[in-house]
């Protein structure tokens, strides 16, 4: 618990939240006593002061928080999200129910799919796979945001859900995840990592991983912070899937990546009061290309297997101030992030959309280069205060953010209106988009009694683009008793248009592969363009449950809801006609429906054996209105429910089991054309079990082995969901694992 104490009056409560956002009026004012209308003095004694709104929030049910001692004791093979899945109400799924990328899994929360879970590093938006061009079906090949930090270097990952997230903006409506990264040390340290993963199936790609991290004082009042990090992991053979899917038809399984990131920060103390952080980072990201092609199969392609076909830098820029005064505290934070996304050329047109150019192609062997840039501006302050013997704190904050775009590859098309079926002009349309978007939030948390803690909050949005979006929301929690709690929350989440769809700069077009025809109707040629008319995605999450606290024993089970609207899909309905061609928008479309049940259960079976136990329930995860009612909006499990039991054998030795069920993943049943799908074959609910163990020989050197999916229980991807239902991923098999780490 925050413990902030002041002595200062307060005039009108609507001039402290001016005061708050201006930052500068509250310090100031602090010291000076001022009447309120009827002549009183509204008086802050020393008292003490809970939380702020933000760490209030951070106690919902639909938060969950992972630290680097669980990381160490279960490391990730690659990506952090191979430990983010395993939180309540968490999976991991393609960016749409089509499974064209079903190798591509990112984090997806409460069913809402990964474009509706923000990524955030250290409280800063990761948003590089904006960079990566947005397909007719919403997919796009990339592997999301949660691999740009190394496991080793993560201080602790927060998972917000539901009503929980909606502070945070555009983008999380179903959740956030923030990566937090270890500070500078208070004395010096350094340590080096070498982690190993051997599947058990030659097939499957190996992983190899180092990591250094050096972090200390550089004088009294500067310390520093320095970490590298190269991970390599194999691509799966090109026939992984070949004994699932027939002969001589090939179905690739998942790439291999290649990472390097290098991190350093300074933070400089200049006082009691005031700290300036200075971050600067770099990462790669390229892949190394298993074969796959959303709709076709070219026998070239194998010419590209084991090469790296597209190929993302990260650069980051940070400059942060922390204030911690008498009054209040302080924090205002200015980044710059570039992502360079160099990928070997795409088709924009029917089958080829989204393949790699090859064979005789003028396009194959060229590769493009989109330049995405984004900069923020944060600033916030926290201010406690008592209006009529009822403490709070309240924050109150601002943001600025420009995003800009230029991919001329992925934008190379538009329309030739002189041109007959199916003709399109090259390189003579515009490649840039920019989106610039500012917000004001503000926030209490307020004791309203001593037992019942209120935190109302309101964030407006403006963009130059889409207009002005409101998103109020009302946390609260109730103490029956000292053990028992009820919890609970509503709010107003959003999420704005990508650069993709709100431009007329990104045309597709097919001869009627992906052109809306109905159930067996004929289909002819059409276009999909941008549309700078669209509305934000907006959902109204809410969650309540209960909370058991008794030290040994800890329990929760939550209900959360989330009504959607205004989806964005590719049109069905054609503005225009162009060459003969329907042309489609983006468009706003079905309403949506999201609920489940969320549980937790924790027992200290002793002082050296705990067992921590979670389920996630979906009722409902479907589109509940338009040609599209009763669909899935992505492919998730109908329950996962997760199982941890470690041992402290002793202080040096530690056994951890693992076990994870996941219920029968249904596929949609219609194609985005609106036609009927054939294929409803399902994944029948199965279990994956692990084992590890870790020793410390001494506080310099320390060992951790174990063997994932202990019974090899293996899943093979069959193709999309048109021609094979929901068997659209690989689930890896029996793999062995080992990490060393020395440190001083």
Same mark, same amino acid.
């Given at each position: ?311 993302? @830098? ?185 650069? @993709? ?214 899943? @093979? ?28």
């Amino acid at each position: 618990m925050s413990y902030l104490s002041s002595r200062f009056q307060l005039t009108l409560l609507s001039k402290m939240m001016l005061s708050s956002l201006l930052l500068s009026a509250a310090a100031t004012a602090a010291e000076q006593g001022q009447a309120t209308p009827d002549g009183t003095l509204l008086e802050l004694q020393d008292t003490h002061i809970q939380e702020t709104a933000e760490e209030q929030i951070k106690q919902s049910l639909g938060v969950s928080v992972i630290t680097a001692e669980d990381i160490a004791r279960r490391p990730p093979v690659n990506d952090l999200s191979d430990i983010i899945r395993r939180e309540p109400g968490v999976n991991l799924t393609g960016n749409s129910a089509t499974g064209l990328r079903g190798n591509n899994r990112q984090i997806d929360i409460r069913g809402m799919g990964p474009e509706n879970t923000l990524i955030l590093i250290d409280g800063r938006p990761a948003t590089s796979r904006n960079s990566v061009r947005y397909g007719w079906s919403g997919d796009r090949d990339t592997r999301g945001d949660s691999n740009w930090v190394p496991a080793e270097q993560v201080e602790r990952i927060e998972v917000l859900r539901g009503p929980a997230a909606a502070r945070y903006g555009s983008g999380a409506m179903g959740g956030v995840v923030n990566i937090i990264t270890k500070a500078p040390a208070q004395k010096a340290t350094g340590s080096i990592t070498y982690f190993a993963n051997r599947p058990q199936d030659a097939k499957e790609g190996d992983t190899n991983r180092a990591s250094f991290s050096f972090s200390g004082p550089l004088s009294d009042t500067l310390s520093g912070r320095l970490y590298g990090n190269v991970n390599k992991t194999d691509p799966d053979a090109r026939d992984i899937n070949q004994d699932e899917v027939g002969s001589g038809q090939l179905t690739a399984g998942r790439e291999g990546v290649v990472n390097k990131d290098i991190n350093s920060m300074l933070s400089w103390r200049a006082d009691e009061w005031n700290t300036f952080d200075l971050e600067v980072g770099f990462s790669r990201q390229g892949n190394r290309y298993a074969g796959d092609s959303p709709y076709y199969l070219d026998s070239n392609i194998e010419n590209m297997y084991d090469h790296e076909t597209n190929t993302l @830098y990260r650069q980051s820029f940070a400059i942060t101030h922390r204030g911690d005064y008498e009054w209040g505290r302080s924090q205002t934070s200015l980044s710059h992030d570039i992502t360079r996304n160099k990928r070997q050329r795409e088709g924009l047109t029917g089958r080829v959309e989204g393949a790699p150019a090859a064979g005789d192609s003028s396009s194959a062997g060229v590769f493009d280069t989109s330049k995405l840039k984004n900069t923020r501006l944060l600033t916030q302050v926290d201010v406690p205060f008592a209006v009529s013997g009822i403490d709070q704190v309240m924050t109150a904050g601002l943001e600025a953010n420009r995003e800009h775009l230029n991919d001329p590859g992925g934008m190379r098309q538009s329309i030739n209106p002189g041109g007959t079926g199916g003709s399109v002009t090259e390189n003579v349309s515009g490649t840039e988009v920019t989106l610039n978007s500012q917000a004001l939030y503000v926030e209490s948390n307020i004791s309203a009694t001593q037992d019942l803690t209120l935190t109302p909050g309101l964030r407006f949005d403006h963009s130059g683009t889409f207009g002005n979006n409101w998103s109020p929301s009302l946390n609260a929690e109730y103490r029956l008793t000292d053990e028992w709690k009820i919890k609970g929350g509503v709010a107003r989440a959003y999420k704005a248009p990508n650069l @993709y769809q709100a431009t007329d700069n990104y045309l597709l077009s097919s001869r009627g592969n992906g052109c809306w025809r109905a159930a067996g109707a004929t289909g002819r040629s059409c276009y999909l363009e941008g549309n700078e008319d669209l509305k934000p995605e907006t959902s109204i999450n809410k969650e309540i449950g209960i909370a058991f606290d008794g030290g040994d024993l800890r329990s929760s089970l939550t209900y959360f809801r989330n009504d959607y609207r205004n989806k964005i899909d590719a049109g069905t309905r054609a503005v225009r006609v162009i060459n003969g061609q329907d042309v489609y928008q983006w468009e706003n479309t079905d309403k949506a429906l999201v609920q489940g049940i969320e549980g937790n259960l924790f027992i200290a079976l002793s002082e050296a054996l705990e067992w921590n136990t979670n389920l996630t329930y979906m009722i409902d995860s479907e589109k509940r209105s338009g040609p599209f009612k009763g669909e899935p909006l992505s492919i998730i499990p109908k329950y996962t429910l997760n199982s941890t039991l470690d041992w402290f054998v002793t202080e040096q030795l530690s056994v951890q089991a693992t076990a994870t069920w996941y219920g029968k993943q249904t596929p949609p049943t219609l194609a985005q054309t609106g036609s009927a799908i054939s294929a409803q074959d399902e994944i029948a609910p199965y279990a994956l079990f692990g084992i590890g163990s870790g020793y410390a020989f001494n506080e310099h050197l320390a060992l951790r082995v174990g063997v994932s999916n202990l019974f090899d229980k293996r899943l @093979y991807r069959k193709g999309n969901a048109e021609s094979v239902g929901a068997q659209t991923y690989n689930e890896p098999g029996r793999a062995f694992y080992a990490s060393v780490t020395t440190s001083f």
